[in-house]
Structure formats: structure tokens, C-alpha cells
């Protein structure tokens, strides 16, 4: 059931720990490759963290889901993955985060990894994404730990889930990299980390569908410049025309309601 924004006064603000605050949401504004020599120490610290994104998108689905909310404020971590987070807030006058994207980043994962011996596993996607995903990575860094592959379409709390569970805990790698879309990826990491026998789980969304080569990435001089999704909605229209055609307009919206406020209230104040 779909739930009203924020209370205003909380939908935006800038904080002292080196994070933007967007609709509740804390969003790191480091460059990458400190988040990722972070994420990386993430693992050396113990326990189990979780690492997740935001785009536009993400973010609307926040607005209407409290359990995704509360997944993604319950993350160590959270970074931007879309030139819409950045827009907003240059908006709203915060300070605005690097976009880290899930193509790009994995290969300096990757790297890292190999070089620190740490061990990953890959979980989502299509039957054989995720292999072929595992196979590309190889291919690059032969000497990097991929323990362990599996596809994301099982029920969440199904007994498909359960042996999905048991084969990490058997194979207890560093990170847990989840691709299932939001917000089905965040929800079933909520319901599961207690369980989840590695120090990082980490959600990627359709990472694997770009490392196996299965959906093609847009040119560098549209991904960019901010227009990525134009390309993603040519390519498959019949899937992304709510999620941009709708979804855009309504974050644009949000967000030029929250920066009317917030003028609003430094000229009355």
C-alpha cells in the first residue's frame, strides 16, 4: 500500500558524516574509490554488513514501500547509482554524491579482491547470468575467488531459498553480490542477513545481466552525460517505459516540491 513522502522537514539535508540525506536516505558522497577501499574494509571488520544503492527509481519505490525504506536505511553503506540522485540534489542546494555504477565498479571489486585474496559469490539474475558473469570476471582476474553462482528466481522464505542459503554458508564468502531488482533484492537481504554467512552483502541490481553481456550498455558519451535511460528505454521499451516515462516525472516532481519548501522556509525564517 503506497504511503505518504517523508514529514517535511526531514525529506532533505546535508550531514556532518560525509553524507547527503534524500527522502530519508543517507547517500554517501565520497568518490569511488574511497567507497570501495571502505566497502573492502567492511570485511575485515567482521560481523555482516550490507551495502545497497539508490537511483530515481529506488527512491520513488522508498517513498511507497516502509520495508524497503527501512532496508535501506538499515544499510552500512549506501551510494548513488543515477544521475537523478545527483540532479536532486543540486536541487534541493546539498552537497551532491558521485555516481559509482555497478558496470564500472565491479572491475575495481574485482581487482581489490584479487589482490587481497578476498572471495566473492554471485546471486541473481536469469539461469546462466550469473555464471557467465563469474566467467567475465575470470577472464580479467584469473586469480580472483568467485566461490559460487546462483540464479535469483526462487521465492523468498521457499525451500529454493533455504538451499540457496545453506550453499553460502557452506562456501562462507567474503561478499555476497545480490542482483534481483529492487525492491525484491533489498527485502529478501533484510529478511535473510542474519543468516547470511558473509561480512558484506552487497545489492547490484541487473550488474550480472551487463557483465555477461546480455543487455548492452549505453555509449560512454550518453551513460555519461545523464541519459542512460533513454538508451535503456529504447533497448527494452515494453519493460522500462513505467519506471522512466512515469517514474521520472513523479521523482522530478518530489523533488521540486521539497526544494519549494525548503526556500519557503529560509524566506519566512
Known sequence: MATSAPAAG??????????????????????PAELLRRILGLVEEGGRHRVSY????????????????????????????GYGVRLAARLIGLP???????????????????????????LGSDPGSSSDAAAALRRWYPRLRVLGTHHGYFDPGSEHSERVLEHIAELRPDIVLVGMGTPQQ??????NLDRLEAPVV??????????SGRTPRAPHLIADNGFEWI???????????RRYLLGNPAFLYRVLEERRRLLGHRRNG
Open 231 to 241: 538508451f535503456r528505454l529504447a533497448v527494452e521499451p515494453r519493460r522500462m517505459w
Open 202 to 211: 552487497w545489492t547490484v541490481g541487473a550488474l550480472f545481466d551487463y557483465l
Open 186 to 191: 533489498e527485502l529478501w537481504v533484510d529478511h
Open 10 to 31: 526531514k525529506a532533505a539535508s546535508a550531514s556532518p558524516d560525509g553524507r547527503t540525506q534524500i527522502f530519508d536516505i543517507g547517500i554517501q558522497t565520497a568518490p
Open 96 to 122: 551532491v554524491p558521485h555516481r559509482m555504477t555497478g558496470a564500472d565498479w565491479i572491475w575495481g571489486v574485482a581487482a581489490l579482491c584479487q589482490e587481497r585474496g578476498r572471495s566473492i559469490y554471485l
Open 54 to 81: 539508490v537511483n530515481a527509481h529506488v527512491l520513488n519505490q522508498s517513498l511507497a514501500s516502509p520495508e524497503l525504506r527501512n532496508a535501506l536505511q538499515s544499510s552500512d553503506l549506501v551510494y548513488c547509482d
